[in-house]
T-cell receptor, first 111, second 115 residues
Framework: SQQGEEDPQALSIQEGENATMNCSYK?????LQWYRQNSGRGLVHLIL?????REKHSGRLRVTLDTSKKSSSLLITASRAADTASYFC???????????FGSGTQLTVLP | DAGVIQSPRHEVTEMGQEVTLRCKPI?????LFWYRQTMMRGLELLIY????????DSGMPEDRFSAKMPNASFSTLKIQPSEPRDSAVYFC?????????????FGPGTRLTVL
């Protein structure tokens, strides 16, 4: 079963707006990662935030992590139509270093 | 680098037939993962290899599923006999050993349809 839960399940915004997706997880983590999946493609790693970090930036992406609430958020600023995809969080926990993926958020950016 | 390579990209077969999915990880990566993705269950980890050795196969749904990694550059996932409920997209991912991070690199997937 999926450990991570994401909300919203689907998000539709206009080009230029910001998109925020949230993720919750259940166990303590080594790090939390975000991946993107375009329709019919494999997942692509976007950004990783370690358990001792609270915020991280990469280009138009901003990730926050609150380990006390076991939650993370992904913000995409100034969205573009090409950002349309599914976004998944993945928690890295335990000594086995496996990833447990959330259920994903389907983002649609309208031109 | 060609990335993770999977074959075939699409497979349509009839119930009861044997299906073999193939994966070539990124050269130098020592961990390999097989996932299954469906609308109902999302992305599920089936099995995970480290240095060609299966570490955790608790996600393999039934004895009909088996996976091998005979060497560092090749892995197979076999379903025999296949059933319609096995229809899904199967992804292979690999991971290197650099540092303490844990980024996985995914292949394009194999879309399996069992009729």
């Amino acid at each position: 079963s999926q450990q991570g839960e994401e909300d919203p399940q689907a998000l539709s915004i206009q080009e230029g707006e910001n998109a925020t997706m949230n993720c919750s997880y259940k166990t303590s983590i080594n790090n939390l990662q975000w991946y993107r999946q375009n329709s019919g493609r494999g997942l692509v790693h976007l950004i990783l935030i370690r358990s001792n970090e609270r915020e991280k930036h990469s280009g138009r992406l901003r990730v926050t992590l609150d380990t006390s609430k076991k939650s993370s958020s992904l913000l995409i600023t100034a969205s573009r139509a090409a950002d349309t995809a599914s976004y998944f969080c993945a928690s890295d926990s335990g000594s086995a270093r496996q990833l447990t993926f959330g259920s994903g958020t389907q983002l649609t950016v309208l031109p | 680098d060609a990335g993770v390579i999977q074959s075939p990209r699409h497979e349509v077969t009839e119930m009861g037939q044997e299906v073999t999915l193939r994966c070539k990880p990124i050269s130098g990566h020592n961990s390999l993962f097989w996932y299954r993705q469906t609308m109902m269950r999302g992305l599920e980890l089936l099995i995970y290899f480290n240095n060609n050795v299966p570490i955790d196969d608790s996600g393999m749904p039934e004895d009909r599923f088996s996976a091998k990694m005979p060497n560092a550059s090749f892995s197979t996932l076999k379903i025999q006999p296949s059933e319609p409920r096995d229809s899904a997209v199967y992804f292979c991912a690999s991971r290197g050993t650099s540092g303490g991070d844990n980024e996985q690199f995914f292949g394009p997937g194999t879309r399996l349809t069992v009729l």
